[in-house]
């Protein structure tokens, strides 16, 4: 079974660039998350979709970030205009309902330079 | 939101010995604490998980400890072996959103 699948690996940009971050969870899988990690760090929750709908996008900074889920699958995060600080790793994660194991994809590593 | 501190940061030990990684939240209302393993280039991978309602778990060479009255929990991990290098996280929360401490680099020197 597939695992979940990030795209790209890597990416640089220049600062007010815009950035998009693609994910595909584990088929079947209705829970899907964005994560963003930094050097050093614990990843730390970006928003959480149960199928199409954002159920927790508190700590989303909406103000240059946004995500979608269309059809309750793919996943899309989307940055713009980026930042230097936004230099991290996002990771997507799914899991096959609430309340049960969520599971990593690789991340995207993000450069602004 | 929840707070979750993590010691050591960095842990050195020789391969057949036992290794422990330390963590203590501060809400109360936390149910749920998983520990990941996260590997070099790649996504954190759940390794074990406790809940609240229990004190103690155990899988292999694995085991978590609970006390909810202190609020902290521990990783032990022994016969340690040089796969089991890696930096691992724990977390506490709830089943659908749990906050990360800031994670263990183990080195299991051979």
């Known amino acids: 079974e597939a695992g979940v699948v990030q795209s790209p690996r890597y990416k640089i940009i220049e600062k007010k660039q815009p950035v998009a971050f693609w994910c595909n969870p584990i088929?079947?899988?209705?829970?899907l998350y964005w994560y963003l990690q930094n050097l050093g760090q614990g990843p730390e929750l970006l928003i959480r979709?149960?199928?199409?709908?954002?159920?927790?996008d508190s700590q989303l900074p909406k103000d240059r970030f946004s995500a979608e889920r269309l059809k309750g699958v793919d996943s899309t995060l989307k940055i713009q205009p980026a930042e230097l600080g936004d230099s991290a790793v996002y990771l997507c994660?799914?899991?096959?309902?609430?309340?049960?194991?969520?599971?990593f994809g690789q991340g995207t590593r993000l450069t602004v330079v | 939101g929840e707070n979750v501190e993590q010691h050591p940061s960095t842990l050195s030990v020789q391969e057949g010995d036992s290794a422990v990684i330390k963590c203590t939240y501060s809400?109360?209302?936390?149910?749920?604490f998983p520990w990941y393993k996260q590997e070099l280039g790649k996504g954190p991978q759940l390794i074990i998980d406790?809940?609240?309602?229990?004190g103690e778990k155990k899988d292999q060479r694995i085991a978590v400890t609970l006390n909810k009255t202190a609020k902290h929990f521990s990783l032990h991990i022994t016969e340690t072996q040089p796969e089991d290098s890696a930096v691992y996280f724990c977390?506490?929360?709830?089943?659908?959103?749990?906050?990360f401490g800031s994670g263990t680099k183990l080195n299991v020197k051979p």
């Open positions: 406790i809940r609240s309602n229990v």
């Open positions: 088929s079947g899988h209705n829970t």
């Open positions: 979709y149960e199928n199409e709908e954002a159920v927790d």
């Open positions: 977390a506490g929360g709830n089943f659908n959103k749990f906050y």
């Open positions: 809400d109360s209302a936390s149910n749920y």
């Open positions: 994660a799914s899991s096959l309902v609430r309340n049960t194991e969520a599971f």
